[in-house]
């Protein structure tokens, strides 16, 4: 059964606090995105990778940044947490296009506060 | 921004009968896809509909894209109380994935 899984399902931080949220997937999928998931805001991309080490800007990248090191595994990284990061983060992956299903497979979630 | 918008915000209905919602979205496509959401899970596939293809069926679900109005409709037919969620479309272009705000479908027993 494919797999996107998320480390931490609920996290409390302090502001200014470094965060890490990790992805990881075993379905050998090129694509990797993180979104942030707002009431009434819908899903918003922040960053997605089509590759190791390549990374691209989504729609509200700032404060955040990404790393992927290994085809597998993708980070979100809060350099200094805010309280207007305090939201519901999910990571998703995907086949590239022309290599099968351009469908979208999601972790649970990671549901951060910010205090 | 190319997200879709989807139409209702909310939805309630009794077992049984039908729900329909819509999506609008901004530019050209090369995909259209449904996802649903259960109440603080990840979202969940549902159905793929290209943008040369005017209708889709599976299981319950019936899906419709209208390119020339950048419109595209869910049907679920009977419904029953599993499929309360949340319903959001997906457009898809040049490898990137634009979500709508969703729809919150409550089927009551």
């Known amino acids: 059964d494919v797999k996107v899984t998320q480390s931490s399902r609920y996290l409390v931080k302090r502001t200014g606090e470094k965060v890490f949220l990790e992805c990881v997937q075993d379905?050998?999928?090129?694509?990797m995105f993180w979104y942030r998931q707002d009431p009434g805001l819908g899903l918003r991309l922040i960053y997605f990778?089509?590759?190791?080490?390549?990374?691209e800007k989504g729609d509200i990248p700032e404060g955040y940044s990404v790393s992927r090191e290994k085809k597998e595994r993708f980070s979100l990284i809060l350099e200094s947490a805010s309280t207007n990061q305090t939201s519901m983060y999910l990571c998703?992956?995907?086949?590239?296009?022309?290599?099968?299903?351009?469908?979208?497979?999601f972790g649970e979630g990671s549901r951060l506060t910010v205090l | 921004s190319q997200q879709g918008e989807e139409d209702p915000q909310a939805l309630s209905i009794q077992e049984g009968e039908n729900a329909t919602m819509n999506c609008s979205y901004k530019?050209?496509?090369?995909?259209l896809q449904w996802y649903r959401q259960n109440s603080g899970r990840g979202l969940v596939h549902l159905i793929l509909?290209?943008?040369?293809?005017r209708e889709k069926h599976s299981g319950r679900l019936r899906v419709t894209l209208d390119t020339s109005k950048k419109s595209s409709s869910l049907l679920i037919t009977a419904s029953r109380a599993a499929d309360t969620a949340s319903y959001f479309c997906?457009?898809?272009?040049?490898?990137?994935?634009?979500f709508g705000s969703g729809t919150k479908l409550n089927v009551k027993p």
């Open positions: 998703a992956s995907s086949s590239s296009p022309g290599t099968g299903a351009r469908e979208l497979f």
């Open positions: 379905m050998d999928h090129e694509n």
């Open positions: 990778s089509y590759d190791v080490k390549m990374k």
């Open positions: 530019t050209s496509i090369n995909n």
């Open positions: 509909i290209r943008s040369n293809e």
């Open positions: 997906a457009t898809y272009n040049f490898n990137k994935f634009y």
